[in-house]
């Protein structure tokens, strides 16, 4: 008992530390903070407000949707299209609600994804979790996904055509959830999307328009993770997750 007592405590100390690192001054009683958070909410534009109250993206009713996202998965794990399949150990369709109104999209799953054939369970996988859960949004309450569905080697970034090979895949998910936000993990999810010569610092925490689809490009969680000294990066990405937050409505 002690034992599992002193794991729990770790655990909850880990994350303290990792939302105050963030700027998530929720974690603290008013009387606890000194002076402004870097990390307090950041205010939606009004037009991109005006946007979302104007249109909201078109969804394909409950049964079709979710036939369609079945039966794609199906698909996805029995691709053969490019030179991916032959190294793979698992496709990875991506999980999450089917009705979710928040997707993430990733570059493409690593080594701990191909093992299980689900999104982001890595070390990344697991610091994108702690950032749903800070959003108070369960994990299972969006739906998580890649531009690849499948491992390239030695996790380098995928090749042009792998990526366009697997393009009908991800549009076909996009256009079946109709989230009403996407967060873009990264330049290769971001480009996917929104293609520009301008990098991720440029990129990150402005809204982009898909369609009726807001999407909000950020770094990718295994950059954070490469940069973990780095507590300003951890930062700007909680102040995009906060305009993320505010245009669903998430206090």
Known sequence: MAEKNSRLRRGLEEEILFLSEIGA????APEAKKGPS??????????VQARQASADPVRKPDLER???LRALEQKILACTLCPLAKTRTRAVPGEGDFSAPLMFVGEGPGADEDSQGRPFVGKAGQLLTRIISAMTFKREEVFITNV?????????PPFREEAEKCRPYLLT?????????IVTLGKTATDFLHPSAAPMSALRGNFIEYGKILVMPTFHPSYLIRNEGDKERKRLVWQDMQKVMDVLGRK
């Open 25 to 28: 001054d929720f974690v603290f």
């Open 173 to 181: 998910q996009i256009d079946c959830i109709a989230p009403r936000v």
């Open 66 to 68: 979710t036939q369609v």
């Open 38 to 47: 870097p990390g307090r909410r950041v205010e939606v534009p009004a037009a």
């Open 148 to 156: 690849v569905k499948c491992r390239p080697p030695q996790n380098r």
